[in-house]
């Protein structure tokens, strides 16, 4: 039993904790795509969940670094091997960002040498590209530079990809996609983005 399990057992007492394990380890690619909320809060319960499995975790987020999101300080107060990069100038041509498009690709192509080098470093279980099928849909990076990075991936690293408007070549090399679709938004009846739901 581990450190972990014994403090688990602690806690809650009424449990009997079972870990269970593969008998093939396989690192997935996973893309989460869709117009609606809640792709880069489904990957960050990815991170939560390496975490508890003492992964070394990076995220690096494409579009986000101009508006503090909570997940900025969220990762910094758990004990846990996470690096989050906003590496993004905000949402390229809306809500008045005034960035030009050319400076949103140098971002994003920096991010990308980001990703790259950590991808291929052998050093991570998880690895989450926040908001990079939007870069694609926006020109801000090439798709023939997400493929590279999918398949420059070692064998048993987990690479999440997010952001509306995956691409097919994208979403064809994925082992797990989910498409988050929109049913109702607050934004829509008025109510502005809240902390802690929205960022």
Same mark, same amino acid.
């Given at each position: 039993m581990t450190d972990f399990d014994r403090k688990?057992?602690?806690?809650?007492?009424?449990?009997?904790?079972?870990?269970?394990?593969?008998?093939?380890?396989? =690192? /997935?690619? &996973?893309?989460?795509?869709?117009?609606?909320?809640?792709k880069t809060?489904?990957?960050?319960?990815m991170v939560l969940r390496a975490c508890g499995h003492g992964m070394k975790v990076c995220m690096i987020q494409f579009m986000k670094g101009d508006i503090f999101t909570g997940e900025w300080e969220a990762v910094k107060k758990m004990a846990c091997d996470v690096e989050l990069i906003p590496s993004g100038m905000g949402f390229?041509?809306?809500?008045?960002?005034?960035f030009t498009h050319a400076q949103h690709r140098e971002a994003a192509q920096r991010a990308i040498v980001l990703a790259r080098q950590r991808?291929?470093?052998?050093?991570? =279980? /998880?690895? &989450?590209?926040?908001?990079?099928?939007?870069?694609?849909?926006l020109n801000l990076v090439d798709q023939a530079q997400v493929i590279d990075l999918i398949e420059s991936k070692p064998p048993l690293l987990h690479?999440?990809?997010?952001?509306?408007?995956?691409?097919?070549?994208?979403?064809?090399?994925?082992?797990?996609?989910?498409?988050?679709?929109?049913?109702?938004?607050?934004?829509?009846?008025?109510?502005?983005?809240?902390?802690?739901i929205d960022f």
């Open positions: 688990l057992n602690r806690l809650y007492p009424q449990l009997e904790v079972t870990r269970i394990d593969p008998r093939k380890r396989v =690192g /997935l690619v &996973v893309v989460l795509t869709g117009y609606g909320k809640g809060s489904s990957a960050l319960g390229c041509g809306i809500q008045g960002n005034p991808i291929t470093s052998g050093e991570y =279980g /998880l690895i &989450v590209l926040d908001e990079i099928n939007n870069a694609v849909h690479l999440v990809l997010t952001g509306r408007d995956a691409t097919p070549e994208t979403i064809a090399r994925a082992d797990t996609v989910s498409e988050v679709k929109e049913i109702a938004h607050a934004y829509r009846k008025g109510i502005e983005p809240q902390p802690g």
